[in-house]
């Protein structure tokens, strides 16, 4: 089977979302065993800002890869997809540039990423990955990206401060690097799985405009690390949206150098890889929610809770549904409790709805203090109707204030939920993509 995205028959009928949350990541630097990276920058950004990074492990690694479902995949997309079918036993290397998308380059961009590959192979040995993320259509300037490589080898750091630098040179209209980790055990061995995203606009499920690496000592099979990391994404980042546009260039890939020393994790039967596969999945929802958090103009994380639905896809696609309407997320921007934006976003979410059961609740926080009794929780919509209390509007209103803010709708008709994030629409995410390219 080709590697990417699993069907979603086979997303809905896995563990459910809610058991990852026994693990919590945290949005912070780190280092991985025998694994160095690097930042630096090659010329590609007109601002000259950093616009290349190198990921290296100094034992070959498993590798496991997520790509865009865009028919228009970049080229980068189509070659990582091949070099992962034939080697993903055997990755030493993955190169990120900025600046140049590599997209829509016809023949041309797929000899030029081809030559990208080779030239890191030239100059570091074992077979290797790259992306690539910028303005779409422009082909890769060849002679700085050979350069770039040539000068990020010497310069690969095993400390911290290599994610640091690496997560800012992959950065495009992202305000902040964004970096995440988590250690814990596997079997009786401590290990550490941490990683770095980009991405601030064209976010949408299926994963948009969004590259992303994590690296783990951990000891596993390139098939179990495949389905750990779409079990992550199909929870993470596939659940989250910024403005509903998917890119060309998604990507999310995960190395695992197996040396924590842990027994190889071969079935995915097994409780050390629903361990590895949950602890992989909180470093994913953290770096998904600090991707929705920079969103291009975001001042709000969003979190949209779907609970009492027959089918937990049902709930999903309800979510989805008012996660991606410009007018909720204006409402967001302006802190007006506009519930009829909401109840409308679900009513036509394509999902078979009784409004007469429908509740609407806003409340400040996160996933993390769904079951926190002590917070503020403020029901707006009762039965598919607006409750009748004249403090309830300016109670929402003071809600709506927070920066985390929840969005819980109950339908009323099941006992299935899902959960996706998403922040405000501002006037600065217009001004961000009016000129992008100019």
Not at 279 to 299: H, I, Y
Request: net charge neutral; aromatic share 6%.
């Amino acid at each position: 089977m080709m590697r990417g995205f699993r069907t979603s028959s086979v997303f809905w009928n896995a563990v459910r979302f809610q058991s990852s949350l026994r693990y919590q990541a945290k949005p912070d630097a780190f280092c991985v065993n025998g694994f160095e990276c690097a930042g630096i920058t090659a010329g590609l950004k007109p601002s000259g800002k950093p616009d290349m990074a190198m990921w290296r492990s100094s034992k070959p690694a498993v590798a496991a890869g997520c790509f865009t479902k865009n028919a228009f995949a970049a080229a980068p997309v189509i070659l990582d997809r091949e070099i992962l079918k034939k080697n993903a036993d055997n990755i030493s290397t993955l190169v990120i540039n900025a600046g140049q998308a590599n997209a829509c380059t016809g023949e041309e961009g797929l000899k030029n990423a081809q030559t990208m590959v080779d030239h890191i192979k030239k100059n570091t040995p074992g077979e290797a990955l790259i992306m690539s993320t910028g303005v779409i259509g422009r082909q890769l300037d060849l002679p700085k990206i050979q350069k770039g490589i040539e000068s990020l080898v010497p310069k690969l750091d095993k400390t911290e401060e290599g994610w640091r630098t690496a997560s800012r040179a992959i950065m495009t209209t992202d305000t902040i690097p964004k970096l995440s980790h988590i250690s814990t055990t596997i079997g009786s061995k401590n290990v550490i799985i941490g990683g770095t995203s980009k991405g601030a606009g064209m976010i949408h499920p299926n994963m948009a405009t969004m590259l992303g690496v994590i690296c783990t000592d951990v000891a596993i099979s390139a098939e179990c690390l495949q389905a750990a990391l779409t079990y992550t994404v199909n929870r993470t980042y596939n659940c989250i949206d910024v403005d509903g546009d998917t890119s060309t260039n998604d990507t999310v890939v995960a190395l695992a150098n197996g040396l924590a020393g842990n027994d190889t994790i071969t079935s995915t039967e097994s409780e050390e890889y629903k361990d590895f596969r949950d602890a992989l999945t909180a470093v994913g929802r953290c770096l998904s929610k600090q991707l929705v958090r920079d969103g291009e103009g975001a001042t709000k994380l969003v979190t949209i809770r779907v609970t009492g639905a027959p089918k937990e896809e049902d709930a999903f696609k309800v979510a989805q549904s008012i996660a991606q309407s410009s007018l909720v997320k204006c409402a967001m921007y302006g802190k007006d409790p506009n519930w009829g934006r909401i109840v409308c976003a679900v009513g036509y979410s394509g999902v078979s709805i009784k409004p007469e059961k429908v509740s609407l609740f806003f409340s400040p926080g996160d996933e993390t203090t769904f079951d926190d009794n002590t917070k503020t929780r403020v029901q707006i919509v009762k039965g598919g109707q607006p409750v009748s209390s004249s403090s309830v509007l300016k109670e929402c209103a003071s809600v709506l204030k927070e920066e985390d803010i929840v969005v819980e709708v109950d339908l009323g008709i099941g006992s299935e939920e899902s959960t996706v994030w998403t922040c405000d629409l501002s006037k600065d995410y217009v001004a961000i993509n009016a000129d992008y390219t100019t």
